[in-house]
């Protein structure tokens, strides 16, 4: 799986304490997410049992928006919310050479 590269947040960064926020909201967990009106992004926790650890924030895309006005079901922009419901996964499968195959997705880190 390719994932692109971490961005660190320190105590004193801009984000820190909404991601701090969220960290403690769940119960200071070492791997934990936030979703928004923003999109959403997944985090790990340096050091857990620190006060206040560095948060590496590994994968984030932007949010997922509808056409409010027209009758498609379809998204206009995939974000986040489609991205961790659907693509965060492994896709496994039989070919027709009754092989196993396994397909990687690539993980953003956009925001």
Known sequence: MSVAASKKFSQGDTGYTAIWDAWVENG???EFDRLGSWGGAIY???NPSETYPDFYQYC?????TFNESGSSTKPTARGFWLLNR???RLKVWV???ERWKVRRPSIPNDL
Do not use: E
Not at 60 to 64: A, F, H, Q, R, V
């Open 28 to 30: 200071r967990p070492k």
């Open 44 to 46: 790990r926790a340096h």
């Open 60 to 64: 984030s895309l932007g949010p997922t």
């Open 86 to 88: 659907y693509y965060m």
């Open 95 to 97: 070919g027709q050479d």
